[in-house]
């Protein structure tokens, strides 16, 4: 829960670790690969390893940060995963709900999970909702993803195994795209990222590219045509209270 060294966000937050593959790109996962470390290394929240596991102790450590922050949600896991069960998912959402001085991003490859929850689950304006669509053949989870209530709906088209010559934006607003990185990593070519980025400039939303990727993501770099693109999307003007400060408006 230190700061991240993910280019998107800045700080990560994991009440729920542990995870299972579910498509392509699950194949060469970094939170698997860094939970087996870390759990050679002794730390008592890896204990299992991979395996799914809730960590009553981290819920409400976002409420202890009293400066704002981006906070990325579960990096080590999936909220939304088939046996994360429904009341520790509305207690993570209560949290980031008390919590409202920060921004939460939430990342699933469950879109189906998450839209049958969805009308269970008070949207707080600060969440960040996202799918993780890596090839054509799961941009089902963007159907999935625009059904939810989330104020902020977002794609994190990483790691991209493949083109998405006709991406649905309506209603999203961010994508990310990033190619894979670490000893295995599968190439991604640069003529399917420009194809994301100009569909993204018609529909005006706003473009992240993480990274090229591959063994050495260091030495390949972030640019794209010489520039970098970190766009993010507007977060909503009530993000911006601090804990104990009541919106002008709200005081008598």
């Not at 309506?170 to 990222?193: F, H, L, Q, T, Y």
């Amino acid at each position: 829960m230190a700061k991240s060294a993910i280019e998107w966000t800045e700080s990560t937050w994991n009440p729920l670790t542990g995870c299972t593959k579910i498509s392509p790109g699950c194949k060469h996962c970094y939170a698997e690969r860094m939970a087996k470390r870390l759990q050679a290394m002794g730390q008592p929240n890896y204990v299992r390893g991979f395996e799914l596991a809730m960590h009553e102790h981290v819920l409400e450590v976002p409420l202890r940060w009293r400066k704002p922050r981006v906070v990325f949600v579960n990096s080590m896991s999936d909220l939304f995963h088939e046996q994360a069960p429904e009341l520790f998912i509305q207690r993570v959402f209560d949290v980031m709900r008390r919590a409202h001085w920060h921004s939460f991003q939430v990342l699933t490859k469950r879109a189906a999970r998450l839209e049958r929850l969805s009308p269970n689950i008070e949207w707080p304006p600060n969440v960040w909702m996202g799918v993780s669509v890596e090839s054509q053949r799961y941009a089902s989870r963007i159907d999935h993803l625009r059904r939810t209530d989330a104020s902020i709906k977002f794609l994190s088209l990483e790691p991209l195994l493949g083109p998405l010559p006709h991406l649905d934006l309506d209603g999203i607003d961010w994508v990310i795209v990033g190619g894979e990185s670490g000893p295995r990593a599968r190439p991604m070519r640069k003529s399917w990222v420009l194809e994301i980025r100009d569909q993204c400039r018609v529909a005006a939303v706003p473009f992240f590219f993480k990274q090229w990727g591959g063994t050495n993501k260091k030495k390949a770099g972030r640019l794209l045509d010489g520039q970098v693109w970190d766009e993010m999307p507007e977060r909503p003007r009530a993000q911006e209270q601090r804990p104990g400060h009541l919106p002008v408006a709200t005081i008598a």
